[in-house]
């Protein structure tokens, strides 16, 4: 069973940044891919950024592109969304997911594809 724990929401400014952490607990997280999907009010949940289990390979959403950066150290089994430029749209809550099943150490857009999830952590960016 993995547990996933995100911290480092917030409000900020337009044009500010925060970094989100997704804290892992068990072994499979460390060899898996590790996603990050957002969900604002009214809206359905989207992804956002995906790394593989090396974190050699990375995947995101065209409107974070150059903007967010997602890395992980599987020493502390931790995986980091670093946000620049923040935007208001870029408001919601934001989760972090783990992959599971054959595919699992590599990174993919599709919700369906992560298995365990965290409870989020609200990201509030103002005009």
């Known amino acids: 069973q993995v547990q996933l724990v995100e911290s480092g929401g917030g409000l900020v400014q337009a044009g500010g940044s925060l970094r989100l952490s997704c804290a892992a607990s068990?072994?499979?997280?460390?060899?898996?891919?590790v996603g990050w999907f957002r969900q604002a009010p009214g809206k359905e949940r989207e992804f956002v950024a995906a790394v593989d289990w090396s974190g050699g390979s990375t995947l995101y959403l065209d409107s974070v592109k150059g903007r967010f950066t997602i890395s992980r150290d599987n020493a502390k089994i931790t995986v980091y969304l670093q946000m620049n430029s923040l935007k208001p749209e870029d408001t919601a809550v934001y989760y972090c997911?783990?992959?599971?099943?054959?595919?699992?150490?590599?990174?993919?857009?599709?919700?369906?594809?992560?298995?365990?999830w965290g409870q989020g952590t609200q990201v509030t960016v103002s005009s």
């Open positions: 068990g072994r499979t997280a460390s060899n898996s891919a």
């Open positions: 997911a783990v992959r599971k099943g054959y595919y699992s150490a590599y990174a993919s857009r599709r919700n369906d594809d992560y298995a365990y």
